[in-house]
T-cell receptor, first 120, second 115 residues
Framework: AQTVTQSQPEMSVQEAETVTLSCTYD???????LFWYKQPPSRQMILVIR??????QNATENRFSVNFQKAAKSFSLKISDSQLGDAAMYFC?????????????????FGKGTKLSVKP | DSGVTQTPKHLITATGQRVTLRCSPR?????VYWYQQSLDQGLQFLIQ???????AKGNILERFSAQQFPDLHSELNLSSLELGDSALYFC??????????????FGPGTRLTVL
């Protein structure tokens, strides 16, 4: 069974600085997707960024980028120019790619989350 | 706004009762997933429906059941409620098929409190 581990329960960053959140996963599959979701105090789950395992290029979305190391099974999230609105819980999630070929299961497997605080 | 709607936003009930949570997926999405978020268990997958049929089950209790209707909205039924069922219940929807990334978009959640 696949597992996702976020080893940093809490992190803090100064406004305008850069912070990196860690995520490792365990799987025997070769094709899968990885995601980072943000959960602010409103409790809404918001997609931050996604990465397809078959792509070597790291995904980037504005100030958010990932460092995807497939061999090491590592998927860290870098937030540049941190803003007060970035303060939230961040969840790393794994999803099998079997559905891409018409399979059935595609549920997300989540890590425990990292609570990010942003200091003004 | 993700395009996924959930009702009600909050639900307070007593032990032993039964409740129904409702979810409407994004337009065009055939798959609906239900997740439970609790303090001690984190985010856990409960069940998936695809175009009206059950596709996968996760850590869903026998007291819980779900269905997806022809208009693709889904309901999660929780019965014989216990204090430990208090949690935030999320619905997520996604497009399924080849050539898509299968990103799941989440609704705002229903916060269930069992007293």
């Amino acid at each position: 069974a696949q597992t996702v581990t976020q080893s940093q329960p809490e992190m803090s960053v100064q406004e305008a600085e850069t912070v990196t959140l860690s995520c490792t996963y365990d799987t025997s599959e070769s094709d899968y997707y990885l995601f980072w979701y943000k959960q602010p105090p409103s409790r809404q789950m918001i997609l931050v960024i996604r990465q397809e395992a078959y792509k070597q290029q790291n995904a980037t979305e504005n100030r958010f980028s990932v460092n995807f190391q497939k061999a090491a099974k590592s998927f860290s999230l870098k937030i540049s120019d941190s803003q007060l609105g970035d303060a939230a819980m961040y969840f790393c999630a794994y999803r099998s790619a079997r559905s891409r070929y018409g399979g059935s299961q595609g549920n997300l497997i989540f890590g425990k989350g990292t609570k990010l605080s942003v200091k003004p | 706004d993700s395009g996924v709607t959930q009702t009600p936003k909050h639900l307070i009930t007593a032990t032993g009762q039964r409740v129904t949570l409702r979810c409407s997926p994004r337009s065009g999405d055939l798959s609906v997933y239900w997740y439970q978020q609790s303090l001690d268990q984190g985010l856990q997958f409960l069940i998936q429906y695809y175009n009206g049929e059950e596709r996968a089950k996760g850590n869903i209790l026998e007291r819980f059941s779900a269905q997806q209707f022809p208009d693709l909205h889904s309901e999660l039924n929780l019965s014989s409620l216990e204090l430990g069922d208090s949690a935030l219940y999320f619905c997520a929807s996604s497009v399924e098929g080849s050539g898509v990334t299968h990103t799941q978009y989440f609704g705002p959640g229903t916060r269930l409190t069992v007293l």
